[in-house]
């Protein structure tokens, strides 16, 4: 396809989702309709197969999404990311509540699935609901490295199918996700939005303006290609540690921490990118990230999976939505927003800052309220996104995966 009609088209796609979005107010997020669209446009063969790739934001998101996470570090502070470690204990009781429905589900739905009930999808061995409890929960709660961890052991021992699972899972989790999420956090705003009103909610400081709100890099290095260049060595420095490391120190985790350490440090000013001219397109393109698995998937895909599918999102959004709640009830946290963390765990980054602006937006009635809804939504959402999908579910999926087809 065309390049830059391919351009066109997605640029498009995501005009009319966030004009949609803004029409309802975010009942409606622009992650789903973009979602939707696409899912649509694909499996009809409106949009070819390759309309991502030919539009070039694919490469520029695989070059970017490092930087973006170390921007997302430079949005936290040190003493803010303290404040965090509840969000961080409801993620990880989440990826834990997925594992245990899951196996309920395993239980209650228990048996031997044999190579001819997926023929189109099987090529060697016979696959265990167990093997189907490992994929989903390894992928319901982790991204592209928990599915390829996943799909690694399901291909070690010939099951193609489990393979396939966690592909499916993540090309359909985000269209569970963000509308789930979207809800939630609309009801969590409008109740931050009362409890400003009523004055027990305060706007966040802001970094007043200064030499030192510019962090401590010489002026060369501030400008629109200067920043980049930080911004990539940092990265660079990451995929390094998580070479040297075979992986244990996960590139994504190494950036967001490198992050938080230079913005304390005062080295990167706060929100490092913020204000440079390419922000703008590098959020656009990893924003079509969240995409890609839509393309590859076709309507037998879906009609083979669809009972496992089925299980696996109803019996694992049941245990994020149980465990979530209770563990953030007992830590201190609302309801709704104790669960929206939890759901983080089924897109992470970047819907999790998305979907938080979209909500505090929709809620607020003015620019005070709107930065005082976001300041108390966005934080716990960046932190929940990385400690579900990033963190805790590769941790998870690492050890459980050796037991697919044993």
Do not use: C
Not at 50 to 74: E, K, P, R, W, Y
Not at 222 to 235: D, I, K, N, Q
Not at 261 to 276: D, E, M, N, P, Q
């Amino acid at each position: 396809m065309n390049a830059v009609l391919a351009f066109v088209v997605v640029m498009l796609v995501w005009t009319v989702s966030d004009w949609i979005a803004k029409q309802t107010r975010s009942l409606l997020s622009s992650l789903f309709v973009a979602s939707l669209i696409f899912l649509i446009g694909f499996m009809t063969g409106v949009f070819p197969e390759d309309l991502l790739q030919a539009s070039s934001l694919l490469g520029l998101a695989g070059a970017v999404v490092g930087m973006i996470i170390v921007h997302l570090g430079t949005m936290i502070s040190l003493d803010d990311f303290k404040k965090q470690w509840k969000t961080l204990l409801i993620g990880i009781a989440t990826v834990i509540g997925i594992g245990v429905l899951l196996a309920l589900a395993g239980v209650l739905f228990g048996g031997v699935r044999s190579p001819s009930d997926y023929a189109d999808l099987i090529t060697t061995g016979v696959s265990t609901v167990r093997d189907y409890v490992i994929a989903g929960t390894g992928a319901l709660s982790g991204g592209t490295i928990s599915v390829l961890i996943v799909q690694e052991a399901a291909l070690g021992v010939g099951l193609t199918t489990v393979a396939a699972f966690p592909v499916l899972i993540a090309a359909l989790q985000g269209l569970v996700g963000f509308p789930l999420t979207s809800l939630i956090l609309r009801r969590e705003a409008a109740r931050l939005r009362d409890e400003y009103r009523a004055g027990r909610l305060e706007v966040p400081a802001v970094v007043e303006a200064g030499p030192a709100s510019e962090g401590r890099l010489p002026s060369f290095l501030r400008t629109t290609p200067g920043t980049l260049f930080s911004v990539g060595v940092v990265v660079l420095v990451s995929i390094g540690i998580n070479n040297l490391t075979n992986g244990i120190l996960n590139t994504f985790v190494v950036a967001l921490v490198l992050g938080i350490t230079l913005r304390t440090t005062g080295v990167f000013k706060a929100s490092v990118l913020s204000g440079i001219d390419a922000f703008g397109l590098m959020m656009l393109a990893i924003m079509i990230m969240v995409f890609g698995p839509l393309a590859t998937l076709k309507p037998a895909d879906l009609a083979a999976l669809a009972v496992p599918l089925l299980a696996v999102f109803v019996f694992g959004v049941l245990g994020i939505v149980l465990f979530s709640a209770v563990v953030g009830k007992l830590l201190g946290y609302s309801v709704p927003m104790s669960v929206a963390i939890g759901l983080t765990s089924l897109y992470g980054f970047p819907g999790t800052m998305i979907l938080s602006q979209e909500a505090a937006k929709g809620a607020g009635e003015n620019a005070d309220e709107v930065a005082a809804i976001e300041g108390e939504i966005l934080p716990k959402m960046i932190v929940a996104g990385f400690s579900t999908v990033t963190i805790t579910s590769v941790v998870v999926t690492s050890i459980i995966a050796a037991g697919i087809g044993r």
